[in-house]
Nanobody, 124 residues
Framework: QVQLVESGGGLVQAGGSLRLSCVAS????????MAWYRQAPGKERELVAR???????NYSDSVRGRFTISIDHRKNVGWLQMDSLKPEDTAVYYC??????????????????WGRGTQVTVSS
């Protein structure tokens, strides 16, 4: 069974840093793309950062220059390095994976999975 599990959230003061991790487990043949989304209370879930397996990245305007996404394809782990955090970054952060799953030897299919989220709180 494929799972994405986030960790690394917590409480930090404005200007501080956090590093979120997303561990993908199961019969994963390849991470086609990994993304981080966030959802603040009363707001819709929004894309924060995305990276594909050609290392092409895109970031929301609100985090560009402060956040960095990376993936270790050998270990099936992704990270979101968050620097210069602001109170408006407070949200639940979710990992999203566009994955190629090996269902049997030599046979694959594409699946999308979400983690359960990790809370990030930035105090002013």
């Amino acid at each position: 069974q494929v799972q994405l599990v986030e960790s690394g959230g917590g409480l930090v003061q404005a200007g501080g840093s956090l590093r979120l991790s997303c561990v993908a487990s199961g019969n994963i043949f390849n991470i086609n793309a990994m993304a981080w989304y966030r959802q603040a209370p009363g707001k819709e879930r929004e894309l924060v950062a995305r990276m594909d397996d050609t290392d092409i990245t895109n970031y929301s305007d609100s985090v560009r220059g402060r956040f960095t996404i990376s993936i270790d394809h050998r270990k099936n782990v992704g990270w979101l390095q968050m620097d210069s955090l602001k109170p408006e970054d407070t949200a639940v952060y979710y990992c999203f994976g566009d994955l190629r799953i090996e269902i049997r030897l030599g046979q694959h299919r594409q699946e999308e999975h979400w983690g359960r989220g990790t809370q990030v709180t930035v105090s002013s």
